[in-house]
């Protein structure tokens, strides 16, 4: 990042505030997405790793921002708590098992994530989990979660797909996304940074990001109290399919 910066200074910050105003708003509105949207955008200017390291304090924040927002945080965890576990377990194995891959290896890893990820973008909204079935399923879809954090962060496909099939209502979705996504994020970056993914430059530049995430976060946020329940699902299955389109590309 620091050469391209060198290079283009002025062109290279407008464009990263710009993604993270972008990534703010539609986590803002929709609950998620951050990462999402502007792990692949700014993939495009600085490597994949460094991309990730540039969003820890923007999604912790804007994560703990929500979930306490939502409230019932103890409901929550109590509910999604042996998904949240399997996915922090998984994440670190994962991390950890993947720190000396080579290059090809890695790309092959994130090929499979990105294929299953547009596979449950595409397939999964038509998908209903009974709520009998979720003693089960929350710590399998934990365990896929933590596998893609592994690898790239991306945890979003799996985890809106499987709080779609719940059929959670949009203040409950977002409040059990949030939670979830905070808990799986700690480890997850921690792992990351403590393995060399990333290095401690990236988090501390991470800090300059919270100005235009909380800028399009706030934006969302109004926007979002305007959406009907209808509207909102509809927004969130045109997020998963141009998100899919984006890992595709990517």
Do not use: C
């Not at 803002?28 to 949207?37: F, M």
């Not at 979930?67 to 994962?94: A, C, K, P, S, Y």
């Not at 595409?122 to 209903?128: A, D, L, M, T």
């Not at 079935?133 to 991306?154: C, N, Y």
């Amino acid at each position: 990042m620091a050469d391209i910066g060198v290079l283009f200074p002025v062109t290279l910050w407008a464009t990263g505030f710009a993604i993270m105003v972008i990534g703010g708003l539609v986590k803002g509105t929709l609950g998620v997405g951050l990462p999402l949207v502007v792990v692949p955008m700014l993939s495009l200017f600085v490597p994949a790793p460094q991309a990730m390291g540039l969003l820890v304090m923007p999604v912790l924040l804007s994560n703990l921002w929500q979930t306490i927002e939502g409230g019932n945080v103890t409901r929550g965890v109590r509910r999604f708590g042996w998904l949240i576990v399997m996915q922090l377990v998984v994440t670190v194995g994962t991390v950890h098992f993947t720190r000396n891959l080579s290059l090809h290896g890695f790309n092959v890893m994130l090929a499979l994530v990105v294929i299953s990820a547009v596979v449950m973008m595409v397939f999964g909204h038509s998908f209903e989990v009974h709520p009998s079935r979720e003693r089960w399923a929350g710590p399998a879809v934990g365990g896929v979660a933590g596998f893609m954090a592994g690898v790239s962060s991306l945890t979003g496909p799996i985890l809106i797909t499987y709080l779609m099939a719940l059929r959670l209502r949009r203040e409950e979705f977002i409040g059990a996304i949030s939670i979830i996504y905070l808990f799986g994020a700690i480890p997850m970056y921690g792992a990351m940074l403590w393995y060399g993914r990333f290095g401690i430059d990236e988090v501390l530049l991470s800090f300059l990001t919270l100005v235009p995430m909380l800028v399009g976060l706030q934006i969302g946020r109004a926007i979002r109290h305007r959406l009907s329940e209808v509207i909102f699902r509809r927004l969130l299955l045109g997020l998963l399919t141009v998100l899919s389109v984006l890992l595709i590309v990517k």
